[in-house]
């Protein structure tokens, strides 16, 4: 399939003055304002800086129409084309084979002008194959360019077909659920703290005496003024990853189309990605902390890229009850598709769950130990936190311990482990790059093993690790999971 | 699972991690020895000894033990189906990486390395590299050979 050369949608003149203009300002801003702090606010200077910009903007206009007009993209001869460049003239050829997805986003710009930017990617080249990005394209034309992409490597059959058939698609109030229970609020708190050095220097321009007068007629008692503080920033650091997840997530929309998903979502900032179903290595259902209770968890992929190791891990629905995941599975990664009962660990696994989990919270203790010897008291009190840390920290070992399991069977290995959310990964022996058995000394007394499996991934790949399973076990896994074992059975 | 990898590194490997164990273990001399030099100025003597005589058993574990250890540990096997890797002083870990999964075969060695005729084969998987280090420069070429050989054997599954 091959088409004649195409330009981008007039939007695209708008979109790159805008740029262009963007860039302008960040240079600009320092000298102006030093230029108006010198001279201060006369008629002439406001009038230069007016004719100054209005210029700059018809400069930045006439270079977005140059640029416009110098830009055409066309897929022929088995590769996408991209010319590019007023002055310099650029041509970009990227071999149909190494694209390795088209990815639509829509900025706030673009969607104000209903244009969707269009990014080709390509993996495994690195450097020297960068990648392509259409500012413009209006929505027929960039879904016309993905099929003409994408459909290179398929039969040509199912044109006009319904298009993607929707697997799901995430209400309203699951969206709300969703960012109360994400569990970013650790990334919100670490933000705000970043804020707040900013309030501060607001702080400055209240002054002192009044902060400290509004504080005795709410709060004489300090307890009770941190109290309050720490309460109002939790509450803020929540409301900020609400906020982030609408902003993500909003309107998510799983579909598939052959052997493809398709992932919309975003707020402001639509976004799409596609995602080959061959190229799934693995697959999370992650609980977190705060979903697991209510039973709802969401749904990870790996994947691979062209080549070599690069892919990505995705969010492939960010939330839906637990019981439903498989169901989805079945729909979109049918390869996947497993709910096995899972081998529990030994027993005398639990005592080594235990003693990680508490070694870290000894170590303070005995820090706190060595450094109290002056204070009688402060030891005291500092015993008595441990005291308190220790027994949370058990328990942790305890869930850790009992979390943990592991199955295989129909080619299919399943690992479930906790750090802090509860995770399944399920992947198959045959993506499978490497396993490992390793033994600390403490294990090998135990008669225990700890196993990884690698499958590839994004950044160097991702693991399935099942810490403290029966020594035999593990050795009987690891050698079903190789090649030689299927042979065999055969 | 099968017995030990049948395969060892080079001996000369042993010298070669001692010496970049030494070196390594260099800055950490000087530091010691520094602490002591400004302790001694203020403190009584065996306190301020203590830093360097720290330093200094660090150094030989560095560099007179650990590599030691790290050899008698290492093994390696190419079998027909997957190479087998065994390695960790303390953690010992048992690597196995099917055949089929590999991409590419290197061969690696640095300026010390060619000093003692040893190199490090490298083989890469689509989850990251592993790697044979430290064999005699011939044993090494003959590995890769052998490993980029059976990987091409290797039918698709």
Known sequence: ?490 | MKAEPAERLDPRAKTLWRITGALGALPLLAVGGFISWSLLRVAPLPLGVLPSLAALVLFVVLAGVIPDLRWRRWRYEIRDEEVDLQRGIFWVSRTLVPLARIQHVDTQSGPLQRRFGLATVVFYTAAGANQIPELSAPVAAEVRDRISELTREQDEL
């Not at chain 1, 010319?83 to 390795?100: A, S, W």
């Not at chain 1, 697997?167 to 670490?190: E, P, W, Y």
């Not at chain 1, 259902?285 to 209770?293: A, N, Y």
């Open chain 1, 1 to 490: 399939m091959s088409s004649e050369a195409r330009h981008l949608h007039p939007a695209a003149m708008l979109i790159d003055a805008a740029r262009t203009i963007r860039r302008w300002v960040s240079a600009f801003v320092i000298p102006g304002v030093a230029l108006l702090a010198s001279r201060g606010f006369d008629t002439r200077t406001l009038a230069l800086i007016l004719l100054g910009a209005i210029v700059a903007a018809a400069l930045a206009a006439i270079w977005g129409f140059l640029s416009w007009r110098a830009t055409t993209y066309e897929v022929s001869g088995g590769a996408f084309r991209l010319r590019r460049g007023v002055l310099q003239k650029n041509e970009r050829t990227i071999p149909l084979e190494h694209v390795q997805s088209v990815d639509t986003v829509q900025g706030i710009i673009q969607r104000f002008f209903g244009v969707v930017e269009v990014r080709v990617e390509t993996a495994g080249g690195g450097a020297s194959e960068p990648d392509a990005s259409l500012p413009a394209l209006a929505r027929a034309d960039a879904e016309a360019l993905r099929r003409e992409i994408e459909g290179s490597g398929r039969a040509p059959v199912e044109e006009e077909t319904a298009g993607p058939t929707v697997l799901r698609r995430l209400s309203t109030r699951d969206l709300f659920i969703a960012g109360a229970t994400s569990g970013q609020i650790g990334v919100a708190f670490s933000l705000l703290a970043v804020f707040s050095q900013v309030f501060d220097d607001l702080g400055n321009v209240f002054s002192e005496e009044l902060v400290r007068r509004v504080f005795e007629q709410i709060a004489p008692n300090s307890a009770v003024v941190v109290l309050l503080l720490v309460l109002a920033v939790g509450l803020l650091a929540w409301l900020l990853a609400i906020a982030g997840t609408i902003l993500a997530h909003a309107g998510f929309t799983l579909s598939r189309e052959g052997d493809f998903l398709y992932i919309k979502r975003g707020l402001l900032e639509r976004r799409e990605a596609t995602i080959p179903i061959a190229r799934i290595q693995a697959v999370r259902i992650v609980e977190g902390v705060l979903r697991q209770p209510f039973g709802l968890a969401s749904l990870r992929v790996e994947s691979a890229g062209y080549g070599e190791a690069s892919g990505v891990s995705t969010t492939l629905f960010p939330l839906l009850p637990r019981e439903d995941a498989v169901k989805l599975l079945l729909d979109a990664a049918p390869e996947f598709t497993v709910d096995p009962t899972l081998e529990p660990l030994p027993a005398r696994a639990l005592r080594r769950y235990v003693f990680r989990a508490i070694v870290p919270v000894l170590f303070v203790a005995a820090a706190v130990a060595l450094a109290s010897p002056l204070a009688i008291e402060f030891a005291a009190w500092g015993f008595l936190a441990v005291f308190l840390l220790v027994l949370p920290a058990a328990l942790f070992g305890w869930l850790r311990y009992r979390d943990a399991g592991w199955a295989y069977g129909g080619e299919l290995l399943v690992v479930r482990s906790r750090l802090l959310a509860r995770t399944t990964t399920i992947a198959p022996r045959r993506r499978l790059q490497s396993r490992d058995v390793i033994r600390s000394p403490f294990q090998r007394r135990a008669r225990l093993a700890t196993i990884r499996a690698q499958v590839a991934s994004g950044g160097g790949g991702a693991e399935l690790r099942v810490t403290d399973l029966g020594a035999d076990a593990a050795e009987a896994l690891t050698g079903e999971l190789g090649p030689g074992a299927r042979r065999l059975r055969r």
